[in-house]
């Protein structure tokens, strides 16, 4: 675990070993002069009055030792409140750190939300040029798609995505079905009874079926994965913020500035005193890293889902060829479709109007489902994801190494001054060993009194919401699907499809999918609605969309 140099800095700032003389031994019988300390302690903005001139005798000490000293218990009591707020600024900076490497990795990951705007943009800007007065009455269906595969990406639990893509292929049959006979009369009792012989005829061919495979696994891992992001940078800023304990301030302050009480300014910590000091102030946080190992590990396995022919970019880039596949599949077998469909459902009664240009129409449908363009979502997520999950192995150990990075060669004693640093009493070799990590393994820690039968709770649960996270990511890897509380800005109230901007048309009714009302977790936080995405994003190809657009303005005006 490297720190920030920026901290490096405030870090060896905070002990403040000022380039001046060694003193002598307080074995001195001549009292000494407490200037060194006088210009320490001005400089930290505190006034001099009361502040000794030299050395006077220390049993008035709570924290120091006891002997010669150059600090009244106002000093001591006022440099211990500022180890304290030095000390969990430093700490909260290096969260901070932690945190904005996740937060970024989250925001440039979660530009693929962007992009599935930017798809369903393409619909809403080609349908009106197309269909005029038929957008109002059958974009829906394809808008809404792209709008419920947006919201379940941002965590709404509203959307299940199987029933969001079966009812996709419902509606978009009951629509083709009725173009494809309008010389008859079709109710809606009708068009049930044809849904119900999708199962038997599968009029789409095997595209329904291989699609919701592929979006669900993608779409599933996709959203879980930016969670996992999100998550870990929430449990880091809360972590950051928990308060130190009493013994902790004391063990700090006799850590940091002691030395200076003591006639020592210049004198570093010795190394395994510090750690000692650290583990014990950081013991809590430590306790963290079986979960956040088992997280890492989680979202590493979950990253290779965003790989191969299957990978999430590769699906939604895909679905509208696959659309378009599909109905050129219902197109070419529509006679043998509609032969069964009357067998089983009756012959509706004749009334409707038939169209010309059949033959004609049905090339220029062939010719559409023939295309089997992609459209680029634009992010690179293969390339993208493999940077998340190098940040990721880097960060993976940082609870353990958190407070051997705060002893490092800036601001404790190196090798070959082990007898010329402080141990916490006075200059010489600190013998006490190295404890370990972890609440439990501070049973004993001599710089720090712990007890370890109370765990802070903050810490606790945040732990758990590790536990919780993994486990939803494993799911994920295996396909299944996970719920997060739905909290967003664009995923609730009126019900209108997701479209950007102003595109889309108001007051067009929308499927409602049922709640099942399972477990919830965190929601991904609104979107920035700021953020923009890579250039080539900007210049998204909508002509494959065109394609299928004109597909289905020949069916649909038969």
Known sequence: LHLPEKMDLRWAF?????????????????????????HFYSGKGFPLSGVPQTEISGEHLRI????????????????????????????????????????????NFNGFNYS????????????????????TQNARIFLDLYGELRRYYRGSNSINL?????????????????????QYV??????????????????????????????????????????????????????????????????????????????????????NYCKNVMKGCLANQADLDTEWQNLVDAMNQVADRFNGPSSVEVVIGSIHTRISEAMGNMQENSAHFTSKVFQACGEPRVGGTRSSGAEEKRKRVKNSADDKSTISTGMGLEKLVMDVTGKLREMQQYWVQLPSAMCNDKVAAGVGNEDKCWNGINRGRYLPEVMGDGLASQINNPEVEIDITKPDMTIR???????????RLRNAFNGND??????????????????????????????????????????IPPENKKVTDNSGSQNLPCTALLLLLSLATLLLRR
Not at 101 to 106: A, E, F, G, K, P
Not at 162 to 182: G, I
């Open 14 to 38: 905070f002990f403040s070993f000022l380039a001046v003389p060694i003193v002598g031994d307080t074995s001195s019988n001549k009292a000494r002069s407490c200037s060194d300390v006088r």
């Open 64 to 107: 120091c030792p006891q002997g010669y000293t150059c600090c009244t218990s106002d000093m001591e009591e006022r440099l211990s409140n500022l180890s304290r707020h030095e000390f969990e600024a430093l700490v909260q900076e290096a969260g901070r750190s932690l945190q904005l490497s996740l937060s970024t990795q989250h925001t």
């Open 116 to 135: 599935l705007r930017l798809l369903s943009g393409c619909w809403c800007e080609a349908f009106p040029t197309v269909y005029g007065e038929l957008y």
């Open 162 to 182: 199987e029933e969001a893509l079966n009812e996709f292929w419902v509606r978009l049959l009951e629509r083709l079905f009725k173009a494809l006979n309008p």
């Open 186 to 271: 079709i109710g809606d009792d009708y068009l049930e009874c044809v849904v119900k012989q999708t199962e038997k005829l599968r009029p789409f061919g095997e595209v329904p079926r291989d699609l919701k495979l592929k979006a669900t696994r993608a779409f599933i891992a996709a959203r879980s994965f930016v969670q996992g992001l999100w998550v870990s940078s929430e449990v880091v800023r809360k972590v950051s913020q928990v308060p130190l304990s009493s013994e902790c301030i004391r063990a700090i302050m006799k850590l940091m500035y002691c030395p200076h009480c003591r006639g020592m300014p210049s004198v570093k910590p010795c190394t």
């Open 461 to 471: 649960q945040q732990i758990m919401q590790l536990k919780i996270m993994t486990n």
């Open 482 to 523: 996970v719920d997060f509380q739905d909290t967003s800005d664009d995923v609730s109230g009126s019900g209108s499809a997701t479209c950007p901007e102003d595109l889309c048309p108001r007051g067009s009714g929308r499927i409602a999918i049922p709640n099942t009302d399972r477990p919830k977790l965190y929601a």
